[in-house]
T-cell receptor, first 111, second 116 residues
Framework: AQSVSQHNHHVILSEAASLELGCNYS??????LFWYVQYPGQHLQLLLK??????LVKGIKGFEAEFIKSKFSFNLRKPSVQWCDTAEYFC?????????FGTGTRLLVSP | DAGVTQSPTHLIKTRGQQVTLRCSPK?????VSWYQQALGQGPQFIFQ???????QRGNFPDRFSGHQFPNYSSELNVNALLLGDSALYLC???????????????FGSGTRLTVV
């Protein structure tokens, strides 16, 4: 069965700090991996996705993620966070016909 | 604008009642999935509809049922509501993989269901 583990449930950073959110997955087939962001009161938005090819994926708003197959990981990074990055971040793996999500990481960026 | 439209946005129901939630997929999308997001949790897959048929189902009881219409819109029905059904219900759509297999899912803003 597919599963996704996000290690950090709450992260607090100051503006300009670097961000790395951990994500590990368990899935026996070909993996498609996603990071979604949910800003307060808004819908889930796709940040980036990995299907194949270059394991370093660049997404919107300066986010990137690296797929490391040997570690079953797909960590999200951003070199310098801003106050507007305050949101909840979800890692997901695409199992057969469905997305399996992690429990999410709440990021609070203080000005 | 999410592109996926859900209604209503909020709903309060009493235990034992039945509820119907509605979803209109993004233009060009014909596959609709439903997810339940409990407080503090990630979304959990309920089921997926394509060509008006349920194609895949998650670990949810038969009280949860759905329907897809010829215009690709969808409904989620929950019978005999329990307090534990209180959650944000999300609809997600995508085009058929044959059309664009690299397309991710587009999510709606959800319906917040409170069971009292």
């Amino acid at each position: 069965a597919q599963s996704v583990s996000q290690h950090n449930h709450h992260v607090i950073l100051s503006e300009a700090a670097s961000l790395e959110l951990g994500c590990n997955y368990s899935y026996g087939g070909t993996v498609n991996l996603f990071w979604y962001v949910q800003y307060p009161g808004q819908h889930l938005q796709l940040l980036l996705k990995y299907f194949s090819g270059d394991p370093l994926v660049k997404g919107i708003k300066g986010f990137e993620a690296e797929f490391i197959k040997s570690k079953f990981s797909f960590n999200l990074r951003k070199p310098s966070v801003q106050w507007c990055d305050t949101a909840e971040y979800f890692c997901a793996v695409n199992g057969f016909q469905k997305l399996v999500f992690g429990t999410g990481t709440r990021l609070l960026v203080s000005p | 604008d999410a592109g996926v439209t859900q209604s209503p946005t909020h709903l309060i129901k009493t235990r034992g009642q039945q509820v119907t939630l509605r979803c209109s997929p993004k233009s060009g999308h014909d596959t609709v999935s439903w997810y339940q997001q409990a407080l503090g949790q990630g979304p959990q897959f309920i089921f997926q509809y394509y060509e008006e048929e349920e194609r895949q189902r998650g670990n949810f009881p038969d009280r949860f049922s759905g329907h897809q219409f010829p215009n690709y819109s969808s409904e989620l029905n929950v019978n005999a509501l329990l307090l534990g059904d209180s959650a944000l219900y999300l609809c997600a759509s995508r085009p058929t993989p044959a059309v664009n297999y690299r397309s991710g899912y587009t999510f709606g803003s959800g319906t917040r269901l409170t069971v009292v």
